[in-house]
């Protein structure tokens, strides 16, 4: 038995299915770009063997634990760390049983689909997971990882990647981006900016962020102009480690466009901390409108990911920090949002600004509309709990008719789970070219045009979006 | 002719149509949980036959009646009584004949589906109803339910019924459900809490309920205390006649912790009229988290169910009342509204909270993405305008990838028109069968885990999250 | 190759896609009625010829114009006219190989469906637009130009056209309108009542607006009145040359029931030009309400398209003026918003309310609920951005379920793009029965009755809605 469908995803009419599988046999084995994604640089900068499959497939994946969780498991008993620096179960082959016994809940879940692509075409493997080969699965996989062909670099060639994005922090040092150059390997592991912890004033430890940034760049980061140099200053150094897109995680879409008198006082108050939170929320507003002047200057893509309330459950968030899957989405305005920002850059051909979603309803209402008029505007693929073969479809369908494919950029994987990435540009390239075979099927693509478009999907779009 | 298609809902496709037949069969006979309905439980105390067509089909179903009002057909023709008391039609044949020449509204509905289940499976009609022969329909009805066969015991045995729960007011005598005990009739129909007439400072004569609810359990409801004590009375006593939940109608679902201080206080506000409406709505939303609190202990599933503007035409409801078909959903937000909620209660896997909700756009963006997060939180099927096929599919499209199947509660029929019950569920299995199909023959899911979620999702679901 | 895929828009299944042709066929050559569009009458007053292809396709087509603006082509370059009178191109063959070099924008996209088909049906080309062939597709639409039967009134014969309803607004003279008339060309061509610039305080003008419907009328427009008056006068004026309609392009779906009082005070107000945008708001809303007063009186059916966030880029608006394919979408509510005018009209048979949405969320949740129980209200066919494949099935999908389908009007083409309009309406006509023969398929409607609701969704509705 195959653990995976060789024509998983496709359409169910046989006619239409075998256009899909044409389609995607087309450029299945194109190279992969993950302009946007969270990987670790320092897995390429030592490559040092993945310690277990449970700190493979498990502890790091919040789409993982969180479904456990959600069934009452505990974040203890998955191994997850505290903030204190404690772990209650530190046993991995325990984590993958519990892990394992419990996988019937993915079920239905791009989760199952990306972990067997990996159980199948990374690992070697044959059968579903279960309770009962729990751990003859483990010491497969673990056996593998022990394999000089299943070390970061190889694993990055043997993916197909090209370029691969990795997300750090303004104040970071790119000691493993710079590590992996000195290395002379040829892999390309690019960073991007994402400056949330200077610009967000509600941001943990703002003021000394600040401090760090002056220090990191010699400008006066008391004053406004020397803190807007600053990031300049740090938008060309992220660029010598080959960055070309910036990136920011703010809570909604909200742009200003002060006069800089009011953008300096509230620069003021943020520095001071006694900003409101309507005051905090213009600021990083108004640093939106900042970055994307920025980017018209040094070339850089502007990425805007907005919409998430993050750490959602008190107790998770005081026990075990960020990041452990109870950020859940919110409404989001982009059109009176985005308004002041766009009047400044909206209509010049020289920017790029990416926009996602975590609010499926703005697709065909916001998102469409403005970027199938607005020059800069480029829509960003369906993300995080969208990016699945329904949130694929559902993207296309309510986006397609009113913005076309060319004002979206491709896929992004957004993962910092690493073998998920060739699994997940699959399912993305199969569900698009599901599409654009119901596309040719009922008469609304010619054929020749799809096989172009599948191309520009997989490949063209996020080269030219992303400046790669 | 047959009046239903025996494929009815599946997939067009003929491998995907033939085997969401051959999961559909599988489960077809299963025996129906009711968790949630409004079914009065006179029919089975009395057991007494059902008066006439207009009656059982018409006059109580306000999913029916509405549609023939939207196209200009008066509540009085169709023999709707006027809060005065009075009626004007009152010949059950003349209402039929006047559902029966506007049946054509009903294409493409669920109430055509409904109706059509009843009239071929229940009455063993082989025609559809037109204008024509409404005559002999009605008496073709009207003389089967003058047999023993079709008394209301009767036909919840043939229904296959395993439980049906009713749904009481908090001050309701339980009189029904206890002369049912007294029959040693076997059939398992169950009361369900409601407490809404005692927690909503809105609801009318909510001070002399309280008083009410004083005098029922000997406890002080002047004070918040006792009121919170006459609470448990109550539901220790619902208990007794198979109460396992409780139900909330909120108009939003705005949940809060205060300090029992403040609650107290807002209490005495409550209790003496003085709420402004935002405070009525804080008192409703703390009451939620009392519920919660008060589950724990004693181990009732809480439901809630908000967003519905109740009661929208003013004009009918001055001459009608209430529940006549003019009730329309409004925006709902889960993710701020229920945070007090679930961080007091939402990582006990000891506590079950069902939420339904009447703005599909929460399944993706809210509710799918908590449920699949905290232990406590489970999502209720579609419901009311969305129990039906393409409500059902959405409803699977957008959780599923997403929260999973096991985050979600089987079916609720939720109705009052006892014949719909078994079309209904059938319905349901018909659209989950239909969808795990797809999901298989996309290469989602594998074929005997189809056969085994079909199991869960029709039975195996509800039995557990309703602890019946 | 042929340019249209006969099979365009019908499922792929093959029984699915067979009835579905069947059920096109018997209603392919029905007559068009367009009781919703913005034509413009001097076609047909004149009868000239259409200047050439970049006129007729391009430059009046803000569907067309803004997907290359999205990509960097400017509106000059495309020939859009400045608000100062100049245009920067003003060759036509150069803005047509322009939109030839652009063409792929549109894969995927509705406009390609209309122009395919206009290319193909209207003007008999059999090969897709390319860069290459441009000149010869230019040259070949040229040449039929200047045919007698390519001239407006041929088209719109050949087109099939029963009845075309322009819009103007309530200041317009209708000298066209009267010169069809005179003409003694039978086509009927009627128009329709728009009164926003003497409704809405914040239009342009919006004082001597007022003092120009007084002349107009002989009414005294500076009293309420007066004002109501001058508007029964224009309606009556409007109505001799075939109105049946109103329509209201409001920001907001929000109504308002004021006392008569009340009402004159904010009319003075108004005319005064001290309205705050919040009474301006609730003036537009209380004009819709004595709207559907009058509509009682003199039997115009009133249509409310809210919702749309006009010229949204400032620089647009400035430069090139208004409907320049900057309108976008934003969140509408319809529940609270009319229930001002439901409680006035809702349940009067003798209303007829259309109601039009760029918020695909309130289809379910709001509209549909809505139209399945108030007489007056009805829902207008899916709008703009949605009206195409796809969103006329979701809108089918989502409305038909709640409200079946004869709380629908057919089909509007809402169009300003002549030759797009019987394209339009095919691609309406293939949608609905593509869904239709779904249902039949998935044993949801009968067949026959889907052929009878092919000939209702195509003609009888919008016939009987529109008082055609």
């Known amino acids: 038995m195959l653990l995976t469908d060789p024509d998983r995803l496709f359409p169910t009419e046989p006619d239409a299915r075998a256009l899909a599988r044409d389609i995607y046999l087309s450029i299945a084995d194109m190279p992969i770009l993950s302009p946007h994604g969270h990987c670790d640089p320092r897995w390429f900068a030592e490559n040092a063997r993945f310690p277990n499959p449970a700190e493979l497939f498990v502890i790091p994946d919040h789409y993982v634990f969180r479904m456990l969780v959600s069934q009452g498991v505990s974040l203890d008993a998955l191994g ?15 984590i993958w049983r519990r892990f394992a016994a419990h996988y019937h809940l993915f079920r239905g879940t791009p989760s199952a689909l990306w972990l067997e692509h990996s159980f199948a075409h990374v690992f070697g493997m044959d059968a579903p997971l279960t309770a009962e080969n729990a751990d003859d699965c483990y010491d497969h996989i673990d056996t593998r990882l022990a394999e000089e062909a299943f070390r970061p670099r190889a694993l990055f060639d043997r993916f197909g990647i090209e370029v691969l994005a990795t997300t750090e922090g ?3 040092d790119l000691a493993w981006h710079r590590k992996i150059r000195a290395s002379g390997w040829p892999g390309r592991v690019i960073t991007t900016y994402r400056p949330d912890a200077v610009i967000d004033p509600e941001f943990e430890g703002f003021t000394s962020n600040l401090d760090r940034l002056g220090e990191m760049t010699g400008e006066d980061t008391t004053t406004w102009l020397g803190y ?7 938008r060309a150094h992220f660029r010598e480690f080959g960055a070309t897109a910036t990136d920011h995680g703010h809570p ?49 893509v502007m990425q805007i990911h907005p919409g998430s309330w993050r750490n959602h459950a008190a107790s998770v968030f005081a026990g075990y920090g960020r990041d452990k899957g109870f950020d859940i989405p919110t409404r989001t305005d982009y ?3 985005l308004k002041p920002l766009l009047d400044v850059v909206g209509m010049d051909p020289r920017a790029t600004i990416i926009v996602f979603t975590l609010d499926e309803t703005t697709y065909g209402r916001e998102l469409a509309p403005l970027a199938g008029a ?15 073969p ?15 494919f060319y004002n979206t950029v491709g896929f992004n994987d957004d993962t910092r789970a690493f073998c998920s990435i060739p699994a997940r540009h699959d399912v993305s390239r199969r569900a698009d070219c599901a599409y654009l075979a119901g596309l040719v099927r009922s008469g609304r693509l010619r054929q020749e045009d799809a096989f172009e478009l599948a191309r ?4 063209g779009l996020a080269k030219s979006a992303y400046r790669l």
């Not at 943020?270 to 640093?287: D, K, L, S, V, Y």
């Not at 607005?374 to 699945?388: E, I, K, N, Q």
């Not at 520009?456 to 490949?459: I, N, R, S, V």
Request: charge should be negative; hydrophobic fraction near 35%; glycine fraction near 6%.
């Open 80 to 94: 997850i760390p505290r903030v204190d620096g404690t772990t209650s179960e530190t046993d991995p082959r325990d």
């Open 252 to 300: 909604t879409a909200r742009t200003e466009n002060l006069t800089q008198t009011d953008a300096e006082a509230l620069f003021l108050k943020a520095r001071a901390g006694t900003c409101t939170p309507n005051e905090a929320e213009a600021f990083r507003g108004q640093m939106l409108t900042e970055m994307a002047r920025m980017s018209l200057d040094d070339g850089m």
């Open 228 to 234: 807007l140099n600053a990031h300049r200053v740090r």
């Open 456 to 459: 520009d999907l997989t490949y």
């Open 374 to 388: 607005y020059p800069a505007l480029r829509l960003g693929p369906p993300w995080w709990f969208f990016d699945s």
């Open 335 to 337: 059109v009176a949002a």
């Open 390 to 404: 329904d949130g694929i479809r559902r993207f296309r369908e309510v986006t397609t008719e009113t913005c076309g």
């Open 170 to 172: 303004a104040l970071d």
